[in-house]
């Protein structure tokens, strides 16, 4: 039996032209990424889920961070509208593969903008982040969309950083792993657990003990260990230098 569908979309020969934001753009080794992705599809599989490809978008360098173009919530398929002009196109492969998963599929329209990577969702509360990428238009249309499924949208102000989920992500049990510095906390209107290493604030529960995170994040994996869960350690070092983490290449679709 298996956890449910997970989205991946492999990396294209364009790879390196990504989007930098809040980093120094260096050398990408697309061999070394196309390696990284299979091990992280490998991962997934291993913990239960069935890996699903949804159709390359090539001419998008950024289109591996599936994260950003769909949020699923509940049997919902919201398909965003990206904040970066150039990084629309990828949707239409996602909004393709969430239909072929069987889920109900709304969208934002302009002019809102929402990148998945600004949406973390913890219980029946979820965070999104406002910053370069994410609009006050894309969050009152996500509101109205996720009312339908009983959650509740808190805004979250950032700063110097590229979404959310670049800066605060949960562990099953709600804990939040962040760095406090890039963004106001305090619009969690909940207590955080401070992580000395950017990586670690990167987790992706994957189903029981479970803990996805990146091999960047060691001390970060060492505590995820002592809280009780398993980590699943990946090397993602060139989607990284593209501001990637273990978050973005992938949408989990758990079985309903
Ligand atoms: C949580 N994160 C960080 C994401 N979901 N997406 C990362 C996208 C990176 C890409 N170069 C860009 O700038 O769009």
């Not at 590229?162 to 049990?173: E, G, I, M, N, R």
């Amino acid at each position: 039996m298996t956890r449910g569908i997970a989205l991946v979309r492999r990396p294209g020969h364009r790879l390196a032209e990504g989007l930098v934001t809040h980093i120094e753009r260096t050398d990408v080794d697309i061999a070394r990424a196309r390696q990284q992705h299979e091990a992280y599809r490998t991962a997934l599989a291993d913990a239960g889920w069935q890996v699903h490809e949804v159709d390359p978008a090539d001419q998008c360098p950024d289109a591996v961070f599936v994260e950003d173009t769909v949020v699923v919530c509940d049997g919902l398929a919201v398909v965003t509208r990206p904040g970066a002009p150039e990084r629309r196109p990828e949707i239409a492969g996602a909004e393709k593969a969430v239909r072929e998963a069987g889920l109900d599929v709304v969208r934002i329209e302009a002019p809102g903008t929402l990148d998945g990577g600004d949406v973390l969702q913890v219980g029946d509360t979820v965070y999104v982040g406002l910053g370069g990428r994410t609009n006050d238009e894309g969050v009152a249309q996500l509101a109205a969309h996720l009312a339908s499924r009983g959650r509740t949208v808190v805004p979250v102000p950032l700063r110097e950083v590229l979404h959310l989920k670049s800066a605060v992500t949960a562990l099953s049990d709600g804990t939040l792993l962040a760095l406090p510095d890039l963004f106001d906390t305090g619009a969690l209107g909940r207590p955080v657990r401070a992580i000395d290493e950017e990586a670690g604030c990167h987790v992706v529960p994957l189903g029981g003990d479970l803990v996805l995170l990146a091999a960047s994040a060691p001390r970060t994996a060492a505590l995820v260990a002592d809280l009780g869960f398993t980590p699943v350690v990946v090397d993602i070092s060139e989607y990284e230098k593209l501001e990637g983490c273990v978050t973005c290449l992938s949408v989990l679709i758990p079985r309903a």
